[in-house]
């Protein structure tokens, strides 16, 4: 469509095109560059015009275009160039050959490459396209290591009389460099460990997606503040490339702080706020050993964690984790008959003190499944029913579990977690009871037409006991629900099963104490209102439950989400369709951060 365009009005020239297409338009103002700011350039700007007007409509097929040129001389102020453009019929592309030879031709990249090539016969000659073919063409030979790629042959041939041009290219590209010796500087760490890391055989075909992954594994350590991955492209032979890594080690000590709260409706209506300080030591010693411990204070749910970690026949794939713990927490509600009122009223939580001591040896198969299996000793002190419970469990566990991505950002537009574990508990073993603890979660995550992403989950669990002895476990191994990672809207785990007791004062009293058995089940749609920010909207459903006792409670809300540098950060609001015997219908607020796989 044609249009008319002016722009350059200043003291020396005022331009104005008529009768091209917006986009011959644009092409045109790049050719002819920057307007004149003195007499002299007006004058040289004038001489080169026509040709430069000319090779802006060439390079877009327009060889019969015709332009009519005027120019307006004023003796003050600016003069005027006016260009009138009739564009003729465009070149129209006729065939393209695109032929490889020498190692190339048996490497699926280039086949790839092809595949998703857009330029067709039938479309419109553009030289800009075919420049950014040929540039993609050398970047992927030199991301796979053709340094002595080079093109046998590559034109346009235009016939002028047909309207027609065919592509011609050629590229030869020659033989394919190995990765040499990778060299690392910089470290502190031992060098077998280093070695461990390399992702590739020794003189593996290059690539750059092999070094990136070399990047990958260094960054994962932890162990580093900066990486540098370098090929040494002037050192290199023959047939190699030699590889330089350099490294500077993170500082001996980090520490990190994180603020909090849960704020809205709930059992108690109370802000929760939480404060975290976790101090990480990302290298102890040149065996790459780490330790990060975290202290969290929140109101009656202090925690303290510290994990001790020892790389075993491999840094990443293969760690030993040693970890001792002292956790409060609160679970559920405690509620007494009023009986003036006929009603129940809030006195408090089942608390709960535990220590921790555990094992736990992680390996990341080929296949891509981590796979762990851990010896845990935990001891609980709580009050249920007015009656004091300090049972103890060693449990021997065993877990697999598989993430796959679809990118590695820290909002990944597509994605599938799933992870199946099993606990095991014996009297004769050390522990209260004999138990056995059976999980498996899940999350879905898709993304259609770039803007619309979808994010599912689905948690199950179920602890096998014996009925008369579910009070002997440990309200930290039993199921509650509600709060951000569950059924948003509720107070974080006071949703469950209760009991109906009498108190040491004569009262009737009630107190959530958990259930045997979980399933919890989310999905969210998510719209892309541009690349940072999106809004939400969420159904939440499920519950804890004991056999025969299954009561879901659902809740719907809305966020509004920012993909920030360090992860989404996501602000949602909350509120619980159902009332339970113990809870009311509530609303609450939840700000959270991090990526979801």
Do not use: C
Not at 31 to 40: C, E, N, R, Y
Not at 163 to 185: C, M, P, Q, W
């Amino acid at each position: 469509m044609a249009s008319n365009f002016a722009w350059a009005k200043d003291d020396w020239l005022n331009i104005k095109l008529t009768g091209a297409s917006e986009r011959l338009t644009k092409n045109i103002r790049a050719h002819l560059g920057d307007s004149p700011t003195s007499a002299v350039q007006r004058r040289a700007f004038l001489f080169t015009v026509e040709d430069s007007v000319t090779a802006a409509l060439e390079s877009m097929g327009h060889y019969h275009a015709k332009v009519d040129i005027e120019v307006t001389e004023a003796e003050k102020g600016p003069w005027t160039l006016n260009v009138t453009i009739d564009e003729g019929e465009p070149t129209i592309i006729e065939w393209i050959d695109i032929k490889f030879s020498d190692e190339m031709i048996d490497d699926n990249s280039f086949n790839r490459w092809l595949n998703q090539l857009t330029i067709k016969p039938g479309d419109t000659l553009n030289h800009g396209v075919y420049s950014d073919l040929k540039s993609q063409l050398v970047t992927l030979a030199l991301a796979r290591g053709y340094f002595d790629a080079t093109f046998a042959r590559s034109e346009i041939e235009v016939n002028r009389d047909l309207n027609t041009a065919k592509i011609h290219i050629d590229f030869e590209s020659g033989n394919r460099y190995l990765i040499g010796e990778v060299e690392f500087s910089g470290q502190t760490v031992n060098d077998e460990l280093l070695e461990k890391l390399i992702p590739f055989k020794p003189n593996a075909k290059y690539s750059t997606s092999r070094l990136n992954r070399l990047n990958r594994n260094l960054i994962d350590t932890g162990y580093f503040s900066s990486i540098k991955v370098l090929p040494q492209v002037d050192g290199m032979s023959d047939t190699e490339v030699p590889i330089k890594v350099d490294l500077a080690p993170r500082p001996t000590h980090s520490f990190e702080v994180g603020l909090g709260a849960d704020i809205g409706t709930n059992a108690e209506n109370t802000v929760d706020p939480r404060v975290r300080l976790t101090w990480r030591m990302p290298q102890i010693n040149s065996y790459g050993h780490t330790q990060e411990t975290t202290v969290e204070w929140s109101t009656d749910r202090p925690k303290f964690l510290t994990t001790y970690t020892i790389p075993l026949s491999h840094p990443l794939d293969d760690q030993l984790k040693l970890r001792i713990g002292l956790l409060r927490d609160k679970y559920g509600v405690t509620q007494d008959y009023n009986e003036d009122d006929r009603n129940f009223d809030y006195t408090g939580q089942l608390e709960s003190e535990k220590r921790l001591l555990g094992v736990i040896r992680q390996q990341r198969l080929d296949s891509g499944w981590l796979f762990g299996y851990s010896l845990e000793f935990n001891q609980e002190f709580y009050n249920q029913s007015d009656i004091d419970y300090d049972p103890q469990f060693i449990l021997a566990g065993f877990g697999i579990g598989k993430t796959t991505r679809g990118d590695n950002t820290l909002d990944p537009k597509s994605g599938f977690r799933q992870i199946y574990s099993v606990e095991y508990g014996d009297p004769n073993l050390g522990s209260e009871i004999r138990l056995t603890k059976l999980e498996a979660k899940f999350k879905w995550i898709d993304t259609f037409f770039d803007r619309h992403r979808f994010v599912s989950r689905l948690d199950l669990g179920a602890n096998i006991a014996d009925s008369d002895q579910i009070d002997q476990i440990s309200p930290s191994l039993r199921y509650f629900t509600g709060g951000d990672q569950s059924i948003r809207g509720y107070g974080y785990q006071e949703l469950g099963p209760y009991i109906e007791y009498v108190n040491s004062e004569g009262g009737i009293s009630r107190q959530v104490v958990g259930g045997r058995y979980l399933i919890v089940g989310s999905f969210e749609y998510q719209y892309y209102l541009n690349d940072t920010w999106r809004v939400a909207t969420f159904v939440d459903a499920g519950n804890a439950f004991d056999t025969e006792q299954f009561e879901p409670v659902v809740s719907v809300g809305s966020g509004i989400h920012w993909i920030s540098p360090i992860g989404p950060i996501k602000l949602d609001v909350g509120v619980g369709l159902k009332e339970t015997e113990t809870i009311d219908r509530s609303w609450r607020i939840h700000l959270t951060m991090g990526t979801e796989l």
